[in-house]
C-alpha cells in the first residue's frame, strides 16, 4: 500500500526554475559574467551547495576578482530581494487538490526539496499547502545532495516508512536518481524545458492531478 508521498517543491509544487533563471541570467548580465544558456539549463534541480559552486566557477571564469561561492550566492539574494514573486501565482494548479485527497486518504505527505529550509517554510506558508505537509526536509541538511539518496532515506525514516510504502514526486535528472536510489518508485511530473532526463521513471504525470490516480491505481493492484 502506498501510505505516503514524497513531493520535491521547485519544478513539481511551484514552477519557480523559469523565474529563478531569468533572475539569474539578468544577475550574471549585470556583473559582465557570461554563461551559455546550455549551461544556465543545468541549474534547474541542483541544491543549494552546488548553486554555490557554479557561482564561483562562473565568476572565476568571468575574470572578475574573487570571491566565495557564499558570497556571491548572497549578493544574487539581495539582487533577487528587488523582484517581487507570489509563489502562490506560480503554484501548480492541481497541487492542493492533490494533497487534499491523500489527506483524505489517510496518506501522509512530505516535502523533500533541495532549496532550503526558510524557503521551503515559506513557499508552504504563502501557498496555504503547509496545513496538509507532515514533514518537510532540506537538502541543506546532508553533506551530499540529489542525486545522492541521502535526503530521502532520511525523510523515509521521519515518515516512519518503508521505501516500497512511498512515491516520489520528481522532475529532474538528479531528483529522480535520487528517489530510485533510496528504493522509492518515482513519478515524473513531465518537464521538456531544462533537457531532463525522466526516463528511469516509474511513472509518467503530465500534470500533477494524475498522481491522484496512479496512488489509486497502485493501491487498487495491491488490494486485488
Excluded at 523582484?83 to 501522509?108: N, Y
Aim: hydrophobic fraction near 40%.
Amino acid at each position: 500500500m502506498i501510505r505516503a508521498v514524497i513531493f520535491d517543491m521547485d519544478g513539481v509544487l511551484i514552477d519557480s526554475e523559469p523565474v529563478y533563471a531569468g533572475w539569474l541570467e539578468s544577475f550574471l548580465r549585470k556583473h559582465h559574467v557570461e554563461v551559455p544558456n546550455s549551461e544556465l539549463r543545468r541549474v534547474a534541480g541542483i541544491s543549494s551547495q552546488d548553486f554555490k559552486k557554479k557561482l564561483q566557477s562562473w565568476w572565476t571564469s568571468g575574470r572578475k576578482p574573487f570571491l566565495s561561492g557564499e558570497d556571491i550566492d548572497k549578493m544574487f539574494e539581495k539582487y533577487c530581494d528587488g523582484f517581487r514573486l507570489s509563489f502562490k501565482e506560480i503554484m501548480d494548479t492541481h497541487a492542493e487538490e492533490v494533497m487534499a485527497w491523500l489527506k483524505e486518504a489517510d496518506c501522509k505527505v512530505a516535502v523533500a526539496s533541495s532549496s532550503p529550509m526558510d524557503d521551503i517554510k515559506k513557499v508552504l506558508a504563502d501557498t496555504g499547502l503547509c496545513r496538509y505537509v507532515d514533514v518537510k526536509v532540506s537538502g541543506e541538511m546532508f553533506a551530499n545532495s540529489k542525486p545522492d539518496p541521502q535526503i530521502y532515506q532520511y525523510t523515509l525514516k521521519q515518515l516512519g516508512l518503508e521505501a516500497g510504502e512511498c512515491l516520489a514526486v520528481e522532475d529532474s535528472t538528479y531528483g529522480i536518481q535520487a528517489a530510485i536510489r533510496a528504493g522509492i518508485k518515482v513519478i515524473a511530473k513531465k518537464d521538456d524545458r531544462f533537457g531532463f532526463d525522466q526516463s528511469q521513471a516509474d511513472y509518467q504525470a503530465d500534470h500533477l492531478g494524475q498522481v491522484i490516480e496512479i496512488v489509486r491505481m497502485a493501491n487498487e493492484c495491491v488490494l486485488s
